[in-house]
């Protein structure tokens, strides 16, 4: 596949991860707490498929470890949430078919399988194990995530969630620059802020739409903002 098609696919699905931190970041900042929406979760689905296709095509262990160690929690959370059955029938089985269809990809595929991506020339053993590691904890913050809400039996983002976010984006922001990936380089290098954020929030730091509300035109703007993110 073409070089230049391969990076936007990568930077499609950051946007759309990005995407997901701003909404739930916007809800959150409006409400003076953590708010885990249903949005976020869908957006999750579609951004993931779309990282482990940059991630197969890019040779990229690490990041194809990551999406696979998640995906299923962000089917979980929206069923938590009670919005899996509400989604259209094709969009729930196409979120359960296609990470089956890449799987057997990887397993029987001639080109860009499990064999090329993990002998890949242009990343180190030390790096492999640096981005690996990264990925781990990074997308581990989704498996802590989801044994904390089964046992709130409600989808929350805990304190827990945005340490290990902070951590492991940090790790993977290094891992970008010798892998020369501008993909990761950058979602990383602008998520810091709001997993950082979102742990000053849980400690009670006001938020700062709290100084905006004060002008009644913006605190309507904000409010009719935030009542739209479910």
């Known amino acids: 596949m073409n070089n230049y098609l391969v990076i936007g696919f990568g930077f499609f699905a950051q946007f759309l991860?990005?995407?997901?931190?701003?909404?739930?970041w916007f809800k959150s900042e409006h409400e003076?707490?953590?708010?885990s929406p249903v949005i976020y979760w869908q957006i999750s689905l579609l951004a993931?498929?779309?990282?482990?296709?940059?991630g197969i095509f890019r040779n990229d262990f690490s990041i194809v470890l990551g999406q696979v160690?998640?995906?299923?929690?962000?089917?979980?959370?929206?069923?938590?949430?009670?919005?899996?059955?509400?989604?259209?029938?094709?969009?729930?089985?196409?979120?359960?078919?296609i990470p089956v269809i890449y799987l057997g990809w990887l397993i029987f595929g001639e080109n860009h399988n499990f064999s090329s991506i993990l002998k890949n020339d242009n990343v180190s053993l030390f790096l492999l194990?640096?981005?690996?590691?990264?990925?781990?904890?990074?997308?581990?913050?989704?498996?802590?995530?989801?044994?904390?809400?089964?046992?709130?039996?409600?989808?929350?983002?805990?304190?827990?969630?945005w340490i290990?976010?902070?951590?492991?984006?940090?790790?993977?922001?290094?891992?970008?620059?010798?892998?020369?990936?501008?993909?990761?380089?950058?979602?990383?290098?602008?998520g810091l802020?709001?997993?950082?954020?979102n742990i000053f929030l849980h400690y009670g730091k006001k938020g700062i739409f709290s100084k905006l509300?004060?002008?009644?035109?913006?605190?309507?703007?904000?409010?009719?903002?935030?009542d739209r993110i479910k």
Do not use: C
Not at 139 to 158: A, G, H, K
Not at 164 to 190: E, K, N, Q
């Open 164 to 190: 290990l976010s902070t951590i492991g984006s940090l790790m993977i922001f290094v891992y970008s620059i010798p892998r020369l990936d501008p993909v990761l380089f950058t979602a990383h290098s602008l």
């Open 69 to 97: 160690l998640v995906y299923s929690v962000y089917i979980r959370n929206l069923q938590l949430k009670n919005a899996w059955k509400k989604m259209h029938w094709i969009t729930r089985m196409l979120a359960v078919v």
């Open 48 to 54: 993931s498929i779309l990282m482990l296709t940059y």
């Open 129 to 161: 194990i640096w981005g690996s590691a990264g990925q781990v904890i990074f997308n581990s913050r989704f498996l802590y995530q989801w044994i904390y809400s089964e046992y709130r039996n409600d989808s929350v983002l805990p304190l827990g969630f």
């Open 213 to 226: 509300t004060k002008t009644p035109s913006v605190k309507n703007i904000i409010k009719q903002i935030s």
């Open 32 to 35: 003076g707490e953590i708010i």
């Open 17 to 24: 991860f990005f995407a997901r931190t701003i909404v739930q």
């Open 193 to 197: 802020f709001m997993y950082t954020r």
